[in-house]
């Protein structure tokens, strides 16, 4: 049987010193990602390791020098993705629908196609619009939350799923704003009813739909 092994009193840990060349790998992955996030682009852990291992190896071979020519290999591990994560704040994200599953081709094309049909048609800013939705959870609970160190579990909870439905639209020009529009379930909610309250009042236009 292994005993646990104690440290003596007066005797400090010794801790190795990260090279400075992975520090610069480091710091060429953080722009890499940043790229790759501006493009749309998947980065997955496999991909940022193969990554880290290929530069250090450039990195090792051009920089002067016979210490840095006898270091250890360096081997990106899921140990060192886990600390480059802390050290970098770096978290995973699961991707939106939409844009996951958006043609970017297609949308490059749609921007050339409308840019000739502006110069074509003399349209000014103040003349081209953009509408979109988004769906609104007002009710929903995050799915996790934290605890203190004394507690092992946390009571559950019914995950509310009312939504609204939510349009947005303005000028180009930014100085011409359409009122929203507010698509719910109910044609006359409760509130409105308990509190008298005019639909008229409103900042929205509210509609209804039963899937709103």
């Known amino acids: 049987m292994m005993k646990a092994i104690h440290i003596a009193k007066g005797v400090m840990m010794v801790t190795k010193q990260r090279p400075r060349i992975l520090e ?6 953080l722009v890499w990602i940043n790229k790759k996030q501006l493009a749309g682009d998947t980065v997955t852990e496999g991909i940022i390791c193969k990554k880290a291992g290929a530069w250090y190896n450039d990195l090792k071979t051009k920089l002067p020098g016979p210490s840095v020519k006898n270091e250890e290999s360096f081997k990106a591990s899921s140990g060192w993705f886990k600390n480059f994560k802390r050290r970098t704040d770096l978290h995973s994200v699961v991707r939106h629908g939409e844009a996951a599953s958006a043609n970017t081709k297609a949308a490059e094309v749609f921007v050339k196609e ?37 507690e092992k579990v946390m009571s559950g909870h019914k995950p509310m799923k009312d939504c609204l439905t939510l349009l947005f639209c303005a000028n180009a020009s930014n ?32 509609r209804s739909n039963s899937k709103a």
Not at 24 to 29: R, Y
Not at 126 to 136: I, S
Request: glycine letters at 2%; one cysteine or more; aromatic letters at 14%.
């Open 24 to 29: 610069d790998v480091e710091k060429l992955l």
């Open 114 to 150: 409308f840019e000739r049909l502006v110069v074509s048609e003399c349209y000014v800013p103040q003349q081209v619009f953009k509408c979109d939705k988004m769906g609104l959870f007002w009710k929903k609970m995050p799915k996790s939350t934290y605890i203190t160190a004394e």
């Open 175 to 206: 100085d011409f704003k359409v009122k929203p529009l507010l698509i719910y379930h109910a044609e006359n909610p409760q509130a409105f009813k308990k509190c008298k309250f005019q639909k008229s009042q409103l900042n929205v236009l509210l």
